[in-house]
């Protein structure tokens, strides 16, 4: 039901999901530190510091909503409640309100008070009539359900989202002629499922004793290579076995889908503290829908929430097929949270309990490489590939990823077979053409070949920085010092704090004759914090100029050490500091 359109968009009013900004008169410090929580996305500490503050202000409308919604964000429903329908009674709905009322009556089983209730009125077309149309499933009047569905099926825009929910009400009541009639197609037309729409259609034919159906569904949506999150599915329908329609099951499950569709529509199109709002919601009323948890996970992620994304990965449980991408979820969420050690035991764990997964060793062995334990990296790139039957174009990375840490290892020839192995397999992809062309020119070896190679790299990739400085320095190192400047500024332009790209423009501007600038651009290099061994030769530069550190590492000067510039000293107002740069 994708792409979304500018329609469906304004379907759902949009809002930013952080307190209003009325000030706490009684707690004005408790206030500050939530408003401050907000900002960041730490929901765990706005929700405190909004809930003090608000036990000192109680009829703040903009402490009520600040706990709402850092309630929301956590996933706490219950603890949103009361406070919710306090913002509601005081006429101030806002955004989340309405659905933590929501999704607490869907709790409770009480339809006739999601119908009776107007607070959500106005939240969107989309949510309005899902959520009406669903609570009269709940009702046991699927007259008015199913009118309900055919007026969302009429607004221009939203057509695929009403006859897609229609459908899945016709199934909840056992009605899967009527839903496959819509899901196939044959009622009204093609309808662009998602992989969840798709698992539904395949319930339903198999609920009709059409397996076969079934299984030609699954091989037009998903092909026939292996996935082990429907492995299970597909070896039940071979098997002739009925499989149990389970996406929505009853009322409560339409609630849930319908609000996990609007956040499915809206992500990567809202704001994700937005977004979060209904897949939380969603995933609350639908623990079982992996599909929604992995997407608040996800979110989460994207707000830099890294330790509640992690808890929320952790939520999947070792039995559902899609594990092991909630634990490669979890481990990620851990690594970016400074938990490196920590992540990769999650993975090694994971790539004993299924070592014939090969996304689970490719996870580790690239967590591996990112810690830069290279030949622990190797050993995990190789357990992958050896899964592999007939490698095809979707396995360059493997080979890339694994010739780029024998490259580490200074193992150039195994380096360089894979790095080709990976061009033979995906010839135009840019990356590897850059990192096996700037190995060549870093080497001084087949000058030639890289120049030819980085230049397809360029013009399938013109404004990927790294490699416009790859081209650059290709041209430096083959001598071609006029030719080199023009890239290596538009490099700059591009990755303009980029240390090594910013060294590589001051060498650039020395071998023109350019030496103040070349010193500028080195100072410039050393802000940008590079490694202590980049860092080394840049100071060496500009103590001495290029030409005499060229001559101490057994290259020749650019030009004559006698009619080189002397370097300018090192400015104290833009010197780094020692501290910053030498490790004390």
């Given at each position: 039901?994708?792409?979304?359109?500018?329609?469906?968009?304004?379907?759902?009013?949009?809002?930013?999901?952080?307190?209003?900004?009325?000030?706490?008169?009684?707690?004005?410090?408790?206030?500050?530190?939530?408003?401050?929580?907000?900002?960041?996305?730490?929901?765990?500490e706005a929700a405190v510091w909004f809930g003090l503050a608000l036990e000192d202000d109680p009829g703040n409308i903009g402490l009520m909503e600040g706990?709402?919604?850092?309630?929301?964000?956590?996933?706490?429903?219950?603890?949103?409640?009361?406070?919710?329908?306090?913002?509601?009674?005081?006429?101030?709905?806002?955004?989340?309100?309405?659905?933590?009322?929501?999704?607490?009556?869907?709790?409770?089983?009480?339809?006739?008070?999601?119908?009776?209730?107007?607070?959500?009125?106005?939240?969107?077309?989309?949510?309005?009539?899902?959520?009406?149309?669903?609570?009269?499933?709940?009702?046991?009047?699927?007259?008015?359900?199913?009118?309900?569905?055919?007026?969302?099926?009429?607004?221009?825009?939203?057509?695929?989202?009403?006859?897609?929910?229609?459908?899945?009400?016709?199934?909840?009541?056992?009605?899967?002629?009527?839903?496959?009639?819509?899901?196939?197609?044959?009622?009204?037309?093609?309808?662009?499922?998602?992989?969840?729409?798709?698992?539904?259609?395949?319930?339903?034919?198999?609920?009709?004793?059409?397996?076969?159906?079934?299984?030609?569904?699954?091989?037009?949506?998903?092909?026939?290579?292996?996935?082990?999150?429907?492995?299970?599915?597909?070896?039940?329908?071979?098997?002739?076995?009925?499989?149990?329609?389970?996406?929505?099951?009853?009322?409560?499950?339409?609630?849930?889908?319908?609000?996990?569709?609007?956040?499915?529509?809206?992500?990567?199109?809202?704001?994700?503290?937005?977004?979060?709002?209904?897949?939380?919601?969603?995933?609350?009323?639908?623990?079982?829908?992996?599909?929604?948890?992995?997407?608040?996970?996800?979110?989460?992620?994207?707000?830099?929430?890294?330790?509640?994304?992690?808890?929320?990965?952790?939520?999947?449980?070792?039995?559902?097929?899609?594990?092991?991408?909630?634990?490669?979820?979890?481990?990620?969420?851990?690594?970016?949270?400074?938990?490196?050690?920590?992540?990769?035991?999650?993975?090694?764990?994971?790539?004993?309990?299924?070592?014939?997964?090969?996304?689970?060793?490719?996870?580790?062995?690239?967590?591996?490489?990112?810690?830069?334990?290279?030949?622990?990296?190797?050993?995990?790139?190789?357990?992958?590939?050896?899964?592999?039957?007939?490698?095809?174009?979707?396995?360059?990375?493997?080979?890339?990823?694994?010739?780029?840490?024998?490259?580490?290892?200074?193992?150039?020839?195994?380096?360089?077979?894979?790095?080709?192995?990976?061009?033979?397999?995906?010839?135009?992809?840019?990356?590897?053409?850059?990192?096996?062309?700037?190995?060549?020119?870093?080497?001084?070896?087949?000058?030639?070949?890289?120049?030819?190679?980085?230049?397809?790299?360029?013009?399938?990739?013109?404004?990927?920085?790294?490699?416009?400085?790859?081209?650059?320095?290709?041209?430096?190192?083959?001598?071609?010092?006029?030719?080199?400047?023009?890239?290596?500024?538009?490099?700059?332009?591009?990755?303009?704090?980029?240390?090594?790209?910013?060294?590589?423009?001051?060498?650039?501007?020395?071998?023109?004759?350019?030496?103040?600038?070349?010193?500028?651009?080195?100072?410039?290099?050393?802000?940008?914090?590079?490694?202590?061994?980049?860092?080394?030769?840049?100071?060496?530069?500009?103590?001495?100029?290029?030409?005499?550190?060229?001559?101490?590492?057994?290259?020749?000067?650019?030009?004559?050490?006698?009619?080189?510039?002397?370097?300018?000293?090192?400015?104290?107002?833009?010197?780094?500091?020692?501290?910053?740069?030498?490790?004390?």
């Amino acid at each position: 039901m994708r792409p979304l359109t500018a329609r469906l968009l304004a379907s759902v009013v949009l809002g930013i999901c952080l307190a209003a900004p009325v000030v706490a008169e009684q707690n004005p410090g408790a206030y500050l530190a939530a408003r401050s929580a907000a900002l960041d996305r730490n929901y765990a500490e706005a929700a405190v510091w909004f809930g003090l503050a608000l036990e000192d202000d109680p009829g703040n409308i903009g402490l009520m909503e600040g706990v709402v919604q850092s309630r929301i964000g956590l996933g706490d429903f219950a603890g949103a409640a009361r406070t919710a329908q306090a913002l509601i009674d005081a006429g101030e709905a806002g955004q989340g309100a309405p659905i933590v009322m929501l999704v607490a009556r869907a709790d409770a089983g009480d339809y006739a008070a999601i119908l009776a209730d107007t607070s959500g009125a106005g939240v969107g077309t989309l949510y309005d009539q899902l959520t009406k149309a669903w609570a009269e499933v709940g009702n046991g009047r699927m007259t008015e359900a199913l009118a309900s569905f055919d007026a969302l099926a009429a607004a221009p825009g939203l057509e695929a989202f009403g006859l897609y929910h229609k459908a899945l009400a016709l199934a909840s009541v056992g009605d899967y002629e009527g839903a496959d009639a819509i899901l196939s197609g044959a009622a009204a037309g093609p309808i662009n499922l998602m992989r969840r729409g798709t698992i539904a259609h395949v319930q339903i034919l198999s609920q009709l004793e059409r397996n076969p159906d079934a299984l030609a569904v699954m091989e037009a949506a998903f092909g026939t290579a292996p996935d082990p999150a429907l492995d299970a599915l597909r070896a039940r329908l071979q098997a002739g076995e009925p499989v149990p329609y389970d996406i929505t099951r009853n009322a409560k499950d339409g609630l849930a889908e319908a609000l996990f569709t609007i956040a499915g529509a809206l992500n990567a199109e809202a704001d994700d503290t937005f977004t979060l709002v209904y897949a939380r919601a969603a995933a609350h009323l639908r623990p079982d829908n992996t599909e929604a948890v992995l997407l608040v996970a996800g979110l989460l992620e994207n707000l830099r929430q890294y330790d509640l994304a992690a808890s929320t990965y952790a939520a999947v449980p070792a039995a559902d097929p899609a594990f092991f991408i909630a634990e490669i979820g979890r481990a990620e969420s851990m690594a970016r949270a400074g938990k490196d050690e920590a992540a990769l035991e999650v993975l090694q764990a994971l790539s004993r309990s299924q070592p014939d997964n090969i996304a689970v060793h490719m996870a580790l062995a690239d967590a591996l490489r990112r810690s830069e334990r290279w030949a622990d990296a190797i050993v995990s790139y190789d357990a992958a590939l050896a899964l592999i039957e007939t490698p095809d174009a979707g396995h360059w990375p493997l080979y890339y990823s694994r010739g780029v840490s024998h490259e580490r290892l200074q193992n150039w020839d195994a380096a360089e077979a894979d790095f080709r192995q990976a061009l033979a397999l995906n010839p135009d992809q840019p990356q590897v053409l850059n990192y096996l062309g700037y190995s060549f020119v870093d080497r001084g070896e087949n000058l030639d070949e890289a120049l030819t190679l980085i230049e397809r790299a360029v013009a399938l990739d013109p404004d990927a920085g790294y490699i416009i400085d790859s081209l650059a320095w290709a041209y430096f190192r083959m001598g071609r010092f006029e030719d080199a400047v023009a890239p290596m500024e538009k490099a700059s332009l591009l990755e303009p704090v980029d240390p090594v790209v910013t060294d590589h423009l001051g060498d650039v501007y020395w071998a023109v004759g350019r030496t103040r600038e070349a010193q500028f651009q080195w100072r410039r290099a050393l802000s940008f914090n590079p490694t202590e061994k980049d860092a080394i030769r840049i100071r060496r530069k500009l103590e001495v100029g290029l030409d005499v550190v060229r001559i101490a590492e057994g290259a020749d000067p650019i030009r004559p050490v006698a009619q080189a510039d002397a370097p300018a000293p090192l400015p104290a107002t833009t010197a780094p500091a020692k501290d910053e740069n030498e490790g004390g």
